[in-house]
Every structure is written in structure tokens, then in C-alpha cells.
């Protein structure tokens, strides 16, 4: 064979290789696709697809198309002017509760009242209804004409004529924050009701009126979270409007958890994913960080624990892509979780968090010999594996982290995944789907605040809505040296004026 032949062989031989190359990527992206599209989310190992045929006459009927939908444009000037900021009347059919606000000095003295000063305020019980406060008036021959104490809440203007008690500020809070209920859909559901309140006046009370409230508490509990030993660490995205672009730019949620003592979760709002976030958030901290593997960690000087969970996640992808030989490494992942829950059911005898972690000192050592065989068999198979293959590039995963992948086994302290993290931010990705994106950076980050609290108070096991209505109704009220008794893990109910 010439010279020439040669070059035109190992040409079409170099070509081959990549169109073969090309051909799996996309048969890979198109598996993923018809995954997400057609698939189920979960990432349980299920049985192979039953390809038995249905029975005669059981076979499903094909649908029939959907007919177009029309499309309907509306001109410029029919469109409806937004709502001018304004407190709207109360209904007249309203139930209304009575609340008499007495002097105590002038009742000693067994002076009678001649008149009252009376106030109203939108409350929640079980239903919108409304306070009604008369505050007698007295006409005390010592200090002359005395009025009944303003209804105590931090919101009291000086005269106690506030708008809305702290029952109805923690229903709106609760509804956007908790269950991500619009505040154009909240003041809809509430216009049903017989109460128009303009979705501005809404977004006032969340942001301005309970963020900066809870403002304090959140700094706080920044503050013990990192002191704690051990921390979760993760971010997750949401659109940011910004002045002077056409469109949303992505800002991001980045959530701190305490790994051990008194669960406790944070979220910061910030416009990037940059290393200077992760600097600014843990540049101090000493303690050790539960992650995945995203380089905007990497700088930081603090110990990283790496999570297994990531890892199955990239298993798991190949096999779905048809690389069934993936699953060897997914039932040794799965050996490892068995292990943990065989450790956590044992402690939950004893329930102390110390028990746990002496059971995981005793069910670790197996896991030990498991990780082991983990990573040798993932070196025998990258020899053998192309590089185009979705099973190398998760083995070359978990190699390239190895070491922060191991560190669970020398710490019972440390959680052998991220999930907690995970699980917490997993109520902004409803909330994008139902608000879709934060109006600017102060907003988010008055958003973060609230969900921060959110999530406390769900890992505590305790009701937000019922925890924020107490402490918008103790705040001013409580001493700066008691503040800690507030925050959700240390907070112990009092009864409600509406009981």
C-alpha cells in the first residue's frame, strides 16, 4: 500500500472513531431526554420494562389529538392599569371578635368608663375575621382623661391603630414561604373572601415588615451555625430581574445546615456562583463541610467530606443510558446505605444523637471493606472502559474525590451524603415554578430570611406559621440576653390572645 493509501486509510479510520464517537453522545442525550420527558424522577432501582402483550381487547386506544388551542392578543391600551397602593374597607359582613382593653389602675380606683377608643385589624384563626379593640376611656381625677394600653404587638404604630395582627402577617408569610402561594394569588383568594388587599400591601408585610423582623434572629443563627463541627453545604438557582435587562439573569440560594446539635438551616441570596460567595459564607470556618464536588469549594481552608449520593447519581445515568454493567457499582453504594439505616434504626432506640454516632463507629468497619472493593473495582474497569463511555466519566468522579469520599468512615460524626442540604433547598425549586423569579437582591435576600426559618422549623418538626405569629407577637418584648429563646430549636409556645 502507498504512502498515499495509507494517509487515506488512517484518515477514514480517525473519521470513523469520531463519527462512532458522536453516534453514542447522541444516543446518550437523546436517552436522557426521552427520560426526563417520558420518565419517572426517582432514582430507585426498578425491574427491567415488561414487554409481556397485553390481553385482547385491553390494549390501550390511541388518544386523539388535542384540538389547537386559540391564541388571543390583547391591544396596549385594553390592559389593565395596575391597582393604586392603598388600605381597602373591611367588608360589613365580617365576624368580628371584641377585645375590651381596661385600665388597671383606674379599675382598682372603681372608676367607670364613659366611652372607648376603638381600632381594627385583619386577624387569622381558623378564618379571617376581624379584632375589634375598645380601649375604655376613664376620666381619673388625678390624671385626667385615661385610655386603656394600645393592644401590645411589634407593629403598633403609637396610636395602636396598626392594620393587620400578627395571626394574619404569619397566614401571608406562610402561604408565599412555606406552601409558595403567590401574593397575586393570595390577594385573589383573600378578594373572594370579602377582604381586597392589593398584592403590594402583601409584598410589604413579607419583606419589609417580618424580614426585617426576623433579621436579628437570622444573624444569629448564621452566627451558631458556624460554630458548628460540622455543616451541609449547597446552592440551587433562581432568576433575578434586573433593571435595564430584558431578561432574568440566574442568582442562587446557597444553604448552610448544621451537621450535628439542634437542627438549624440558613439561606444567603447571592447574584453568583463564584468562589467569592463560598469565601465570603466560610472563609473562616474551621469545621468540617458535607459537599458535592463544585470548585467554587475548592479554596476554602476548611476540611471536605464529599457525598456517596452524587456519586450513585452518575451510576445511575449510565445505566439508564443502557450501560447495565453500571449496576455492580450501584448495589455496592447500596451496601453502604444499608448500613447506615441499619445503624440509624438502632440508635433511634435510645434517640440521644450520641447513640447514633456509636453506631456508626461499629457499622462503619464493614463499610470500610466496602469502599475498598469500591474503588479497586472502579480502577479495574476504567482500563477497560471507553472514554466516551457514561461509566468512566462517573468513575473518574468518584477517583478524582476519592479521598473526601472516605473521610465518612474516620468520623461517625459526618453523614455519608449531602441529602439533608438537598432536601432543604428542595422547596425553591416549587417556589420557582410558582413565583418564577426574586424582583431584585434585597428581595431575595428578604426571601432568604424567611426561608431560612422555614426550614429550621420543619426540621424542628414544628408549625412556621405557629412559631412566627409567637415570635412577631414576643419580639420587642424579649431581652437581647434571651433572644436564643426565640430561634425554632429552643422556642416553647405561649398562649395565642385569639385562644
Request: aromatic share 8%.
Amino acid at each position: 500500500m502507498s504512502p498515499a493509501e495509507t494517509n487515506i486509510m488512517a484518515s477514514l479510520t480517525r473519521e470513523n472513531k469520531e463519527l462512532s464517537a458522536e453516534n453514542e453522545r447522541l444516543k446518550l442525550e437523546n436517552a436522557w431526554l426521552r427520560r426526563k420527558l417520558f420518565g419517572v424522577s426517582s432514582e430507585r432501582l426498578l425491574p427491567e420494562k415488561d414487554e409481556t402483550p397485553f390481553l385482547d381487547g385491553l390494549a390501550p386506544h390511541a388518544s386523539a389529538p388535542e384540538p389547537e388551542k386559540e391564541v388571543q392578543t390583547v391591544a396596549a391600551h385594553e390592559r389593565k392599569k395596575a391597582q393604586p397602593f392603598e388600605y381597602e374597607v373591611i367588608p360589613a359582613d365580617a365576624p368580628v371578635k371584641e377585645i375590651i382593653i381596661t385600665d388597671p389602675e383606674c379599675e382598682k380606683k372603681g372608676l367607670k368608663p364613659f366611652g372607648f377608643i376603638e381600632s381594627e385589624r385583619v386577624a387569622v384563626q381558623r378564618s379571617l375575621l376581624v379584632l375589634r379593640y375598645k380601649r375604655m376611656k376613664y376620666n381619673d381625677p388625678d390624671r385626667g382623661l385615661v385610655v386603656g394600653p394600645a393592644p401590645g404587638d411589634f407593629f403598633d404604630t403609637p396610636s395602636g391603630k396598626t392594620k393587620y395582627d400578627a395571626s394574619f402577617l404569619a397566614k401571608v408569610v406562610s402561604d408565599k414561604c412555606e406552601f409558595s402561594i403567590p401574593l397575586e394569588r393570595q390577594a385573589k383568594m383573600l378578594a373572594s373572601s370579602g377582604f381586597h388587599i392589593a398584592p403590594s400591601t402583601l409584598g410589604y408585610i413579607v419583606s419589609m415588615t417580618v424580614s426585617s423582623t426576623l433579621k436579628i434572629l437570622y444573624e444569629r443563627m448564621v452566627s451558631l451555625i458556624r460554630h458548628c463541627e460540622i455543616l451541609h453545604a449547597d446552592e440551587t438557582h433562581i432568576k433575578l430581574v434586573e433593571k435595564g435587562r430584558k431578561k432574568c439573569r440566574q442568582a442562587y440560594f446557597w444553604c448552610q445546615m448544621a451537621g450535628v446539635g439542634p437542627p438549624m438551616v440558613t439561606f444567603h441570596f447571592a447574584p453568583t456562583r463564584s468562589k467569592d460567595v463560598a469565601e465570603l459564607l466560610l472563609g473562616n470556618y474551621s469545621g468540617t463541610i458535607i459537599r458535592d464536588s463544585y470548585v467554587g469549594y475548592s479554596g476554602l481552608a476548611c476540611e471536605a467530606a464529599c457525598c456517596w449520593a452524587h456519586v450513585r447519581r452518575k451510576f445511575f445515568d449510565a445505566r439508564e443510558a443502557g450501560y447495565l454493567h453500571a449496576e455492580e457499582f450501584l448495589k455496592l453504594i447500596g451496601n453502604l446505605y444499608r448500613i447506615e439505616q441499619v445503624a440509624k434504626t438502632r440508635a433511634e432506640e435510645k434517640i440521644t444523637e450520641a447513640a447514633l454516632f456509636q453506631e456508626r463507629r461499629v457499622a462503619r468497619r464493614e463499610s470500610r471493606i466496602i469502599v475498598k472493593a469500591f474503588f479497586d473495582r472502579c480502577r479495574q474497569v476504567a482500563e477497560m472502559e471507553r472514554p466516551s463511555s457514561p461509566v468512566l466519566k462517573a468513575i473518574n468522579y468518584a477517583l478524582n474525590i476519592e479521598e473526601n469520599l472516605e473521610k465518612f468512615l474516620d468520623n461517625p460524626k459526618l453523614n455519608i451524603d449531602n441529602n439533608p442540604a438537598e432536601r432543604a433547598i428542595r422547596g425553591i425549586a416549587i417556589m420557582r415554578k410558582n413565583c418564577l423569579f426574586a424582583g431584585s437582591e434585597t428581595g431575595g435576600q428578604n426571601l432568604a430570611i424567611i426561608l431560612s426559618f422555614v426550614e429550621t422549623c420543619r426540621a424542628n418538626k414544628i408549625s412556621f406559621r405557629v412559631w412566627l405569629e409567637d415570635v412577631l407577637r414576643r419580639f420587642s418584648s424579649t431581652p437581647a440576653k434571651e433572644i436564643d429563646s426565640l430561634l425554632p430549636q429552643n422556642w416553647k409556645p405561649v398562649a395565642s390572645p385569639l385562644d
